[in-house]
């Protein structure tokens, strides 16, 4: 029985969103970077989701050409635009409570976990612009935080 598992947050509180999502751990134990920035994964998955594909698909032609055909789509980012208009997605995190304020320390909790092998090279930086974009809702093309 999973007990662990509680009462989603109303959407619009993200005190009580914030709150109750300080501190929960992945699957593997390490904390979740999203719920730590005190967003809960339904919102920050899907409405981060292209930005990490976007960043990397230059170093990684393989997997962006693996992801595009499981999609049926020209690109791996057109085929997970196309899917999160299909199932309305969250789109910009400053809807869901995440704040300016907020980029610095979620930078922190995602630079510890990003994977050792990750196609491009992560930086703080270019971190922070992945996720002001994210914020913004931005064109994961651009990930330079620029409104869409």
């Known amino acids: 029985m999973l007990t662990h598992i509680r009462e989603p947050a109303r959407v ?8 109750r999502c300080r501190g929960r751990r992945t699957a593997t134990g390490r904390a979740d970077p999203a719920l730590t920035a005190g967003l809960p994964a339904v919102v920050a998955h899907p409405a981060g989701l292209p930005y990490p594909p976007a960043f990397n698909a230059s170093a990684a032609p393989q997997a962006e050409r693996r992801i595009a055909e499981a999609f049926g789509a020209a690109s791996a980012l057109g085929g ?16 869901h409570g995440f704040d ?5 320390d979620a930078v922190h ?3 510890d976990v ?4 990750n196609p491009c090279p992560v930086t703080p930086d270019s971190l922070r612009r992945l996720l002001r974009a994210a914020r913004q809702g931005a064109d994961p093309l651009t990930t330079d935080g620029q409104e869409s």
């Open 114 to 117: 990003v994977p050792a092998k």
């Open 109 to 111: 909790a995602i630079l």
């Open 12 to 19: 619009g509180d993200p005190g009580l969103v914030r709150a």
């Open 100 to 104: 300016e304020a907020d980029i610095d």
């Open 80 to 95: 997970l635009q196309r899917l999160r208009g299909a199932v309305e997605a969250p789109r910009a995190l400053r809807d």
